[in-house]
């Protein structure tokens, strides 16, 4: 019989979303994203990955046109964005925003998430096809970019930790 975390993971790996290909993030901070991650890599993550986050996203988060949020916690050793229709592997923390209570964590079942980034919730398509192999990132997603208040799914703005393990591009080039 499915627990309610294999049905969240289920619901996580199959909701349809409008993907609109990857994110196009824009800085609160000056200076150009890659300036960012350079300057990441070189002092460490300033966040640690799994740990509580805060409710709201730091000034110096990214922002995309859609309303996501995002910080780098370890840049990627990978150079290339996996592309609409590409096979995603990735680990996972996802916390509620209005009470930081953790919902799922693929690292504690010890296994990651395997997807299509246009069968998932719209927030995480759009952010993982910004990310590169070997990324960690933390990303507020709206609930216009998540659940969107489905009884039953977790509700309000989420916070995931994403890891990317790995992805293999699309066979027809979709």
């Known amino acids: 019989m499915p627990t309610q975390r294999s049905r969240f993971i289920l619901a996580l790996a ?14 609160s901070a000056p200076g150009p994203a890659s300036s960012q991650r350079a300057a990441v890599a ?11 986050p805060p409710r709201t996203p ?39 925003a209005s009470d930081l209570a953790m919902f799922d964590n693929s690292y504690d079942r010890g296994e990651p998430i395997e997807f299509q980034a246009e069968h998932v919730i719209e927030g995480w398509g759009e952010i993982v096809g910004a990310m590169v192999v070997g990324e960690r990132r933390r990303v507020w997603i709206p609930e216009a970019l998540a659940y969107e208040g489905k009884v039953g799914m977790p509700a309000g703005m989420l916070i995931f930790d994403i890891e990317l393990l790995a992805f293999e591009p699309a066979a027809n080039g979709v």
């Open 14 to 27: 199959f909701v349809p979303a409008c993907a609109r290909g990857p994110a196009a993030p824009t800085t």
């Open 58 to 96: 730091p000034q110096d988060a990214e922002r995309t046109t859609s309303g996501l949020a995002s910080i780098v916690l370890v840049p990627g050793t990978g150079t290339e964005h996996p592309a609409r229709g590409a096979r995603i592997r990735a680990h996972y923390i996802g916390w509620t």
């Open 42 to 52: 070189a002092e460490g993550p300033r966040h640690a990955a799994g740990e509580t």
